[in-house]
């Protein structure tokens, strides 16, 4: 077994105890492939730790843009170029 597939192997063995087992397995290959490159010289279950702090957050949704009256009334009058 080669460095790396070691190091994919803890890797993963240690994420796995952070999820109880429930990880789906193309998903986890992607994660792991993709931090390898980023963590080279790293300990895996260090990593790992790291990984499984990181995906508890929720990326926030960006803000919605505010269509009150006065967009309405601007998009009518004739400084849109849209004017009725």
Excluded: H
């Excluded at 063995?13 to 109880?20: D, G, H, L, P, V």
């Excluded at 990880?23 to 499984?52: F, H």
């Excluded at 505010?66 to 849109?80: D, I, V």
């Amino acid at each position: 077994m080669t460095n790396q597939e070691a190091w994919r192997e803890e890797f993963k063995a240690a994420f796995r105890e952070f999820a109880n087992g429930k990880l789906d397995e193309k998903w986890l290959d992607d994660v792991c492939r993709t931090i390898y490159s980023c963590s080279l010289g790293q300990n895996p279950r260090y990593m790992a730790n790291l990984m499984n702090a990181i995906t508890m957050f929720e990326v926030p949704a960006p803000p919605k843009a505010r269509r009150g009256p006065r967009c309405r009334a601007y998009r009518r009058s004739k400084k849109c170029g849209r004017g009725d």
